[in-house]
């Protein structure tokens, strides 16, 4: 995880390897402590490499880190480079895509989803483009 200055982003790349459930809440645990001190409300994931998380994490994040993720920040803006492994991409997208609904009524999520970490990082700092015509989904 890397802090750029200029941008005023956090870019969060996961490395190939599987990772023990408690190392990927702690991570974003880090990132949620490190917006709320820096007051950025945008992120860089690249998930190229990373392997699908497990059901109890996924749970984790809709529950509990998005839920206080959302009450912290309010309006954020991420760009997503999806997985290489076809699981983790459809339980990003899905993941994604229901959080997004949850959370609509108290907090505005933009979010898009891309298969180019270069292409995701334009669209994250153009802050006027809303719309996600260069990502996947």
């Known amino acids: 995880m890397r802090a750029d200055q200029e941008g005023k982003y956090l870019h969060l790349t996961w490395n190939e390897g599987i990772r023990e459930d408690y190392q990927i809440q702690e991570m974003f645990?880090?990132?949620l402590r490190y917006i709320q001190e820096t007051g950025w409300h945008k992120i860089l994931i690249n998930q190229r490499w990373?392997?699908?998380a497990s059901v109890e994490v996924e749970l984790w994040f809709r529950t509990n880190w998005l839920p206080r993720a959302v009450a912290a920040i309010g309006t954020c803006r991420a760009a997503i480079v999806?997985?290489?492994d076809v699981?983790?991409?459809l339980v990003t997208v899905s993941l994604m895509r229901e959080s997004s609904l949850a959370i609509s009524s108290v907090?505005?999520?933009q979010y898009c989803l891309f298969q180019r970490e270069e292409t995701a990082l334009r669209w994250l700092l153009n802050d006027s483009q809303t719309d996600c015509s260069?990502?996947?989904g």
């Open 134 to 136: 260069e990502g996947i």
């Open 50 to 52: 990373m392997q699908p």
């Open 82 to 84: 999806v997985g290489q």
């Open 29 to 31: 645990s880090h990132v």
């Open 87 to 89: 699981f983790t991409r």
């Open 107 to 109: 907090s505005e999520l």
